[in-house]
């Protein structure tokens, strides 16, 4: 169920006043709409494995647990919607770690780039122990339980000319999330991350306010970024996962039995969206292909030596990217 922020917010008020009006009735009342956000537009496959536990929760309790979702941001940034699940007024939130990764360097430390070289690699990693061992930190870091991750493909960098490879980077004035693990990583490449809203992104390719921009293909593709671009090239460097989290205020106030659903129906939910991430990413390609833009898949000679510059940042400041690099070198 998808809802929007002017139901939310009615919602939110009409439970207070009846709470406070008629508590021996709200404890008698069974049912129970959990409200999850997420910033990601109707249709994305995060979104759709979010509406997918709404079905399962209401089938497994018999309608005593329904979910309803609102997606593209209605409730505000994630930013905001990690203050209402910390207040208890989110019940959950599907949330990047570009924004947690701001936070916490320790989860901040699977951005890392070549950590793993492709998207199935990122299936596995984000299945390991050390990536579920991430989580343990989000109850004291951020008053949320972490319950599972979801993944996109490996980003991808769009460029408004032609080029021939990573080198070209070097000067190019380039659109990234702000998570500063990405910052890092391409002011090492010699780019000028420059951030820019979402909404505002083709646009900024257009009418030359950035010469590119990184993504996903998922989303590039739902924006169509090959539109005002020439070259996009295949870094296989890094990627950015969600983390499905819960408000620990509201956690505490589910019974061991629902808090079990809960957690089973959205790890088996995004398990199949991994997996069918990965079985999709070939077709993705095939489309920018069929549109007619070059796609260079990258080789990079020097990554040990930009590997090397790039964990001198960040190891000190979250140790345990060495142990995802040992792990990531496995898959």
């Not at 905001?80 to 360097?105: C, F, K, N, V, Y």
Request: with cysteine.
């Amino acid at each position: 169920m998808t809802v929007s922020r002017r139901t939310f917010l009615g919602g939110i008020a009409a439970g207070t006043a009846l709470s406070l009006a008629t508590p021996s009735l709200v404890r008698a009342q069974e049912t129970r709409t959990l409200r999850l956000g997420i910033v990601t537009p109707p249709g994305h496959p995060w979104n759709n494995a979010a509406l997918k536990v709404g079905e399962g929760l209401k089938a497994e309790t018999n309608g005593r647990l329904s979910l309803s979702v609102f997606p593209a941001g209605q409730l505000g940034n994630e930013a905001a919607m990690l203050q209402q699940m910390q207040s208890g007024a989110l019940d959950l939130g599907w949330i990047m770690t570009a924004e947690l990764g701001s936070r916490i360097p320790a989860i901040a430390a699977i951005n890392a780039p070549w950590v793993v070289d492709s998207t199935a690699r990122v299936a596995k990693l984000v299945r390991e122990p050390v990536a579920m061992k991430l989580l343990d930190v989000l109850p004291a870091e951020t008053g949320t339980v972490g319950l599972a991750w979801g993944i996109t493909t490996m980003r991808v960098v769009f460029s408004a000319k032609e080029i021939a490879g990573l080198d070209d980077i070097n000067g190019m004035k380039l659109r990234i999330n702000t998570t500063p693990a990405y910052r890092d990583f391409y002011q090492l490449l010699g780019a000028a991350p420059t951030p820019i809203p979402t909404p505002a992104v083709f646009d900024a390719m257009s009418n030359g306010q950035v010469d590119g921009l990184e993504a996903d293909l998922d989303f590039s593709w739902n924006q169509r970024f090959d539109k005002v671009s020439k070259t996009m090239l295949k870094m296989n460097a890094i990627f950015m996962p969600c983390v499905a989290l819960a408000s620990g205020r509201a956690w505490q106030t589910l019974s061991a039995a629902d808090r079990e659903i809960i957690t089973r129906l959205t790890k088996a939910a995004l398990d199949e969206q991994i997996d069918a991430t990965v079985a999709n990413e070939p077709a993705l390609l095939e489309k920018f292909a069929g549109a007619g833009i070059p796609i260079k898949d990258i080789t990079v000679t020097d990554a040990s030596r930009i590997i090397a510059e790039y964990d001198k940042i960040w190891l000190p400041k979250a140790p345990v990217l060495a142990e995802l690099r040992k792990v990531g070198a496995t898959l």
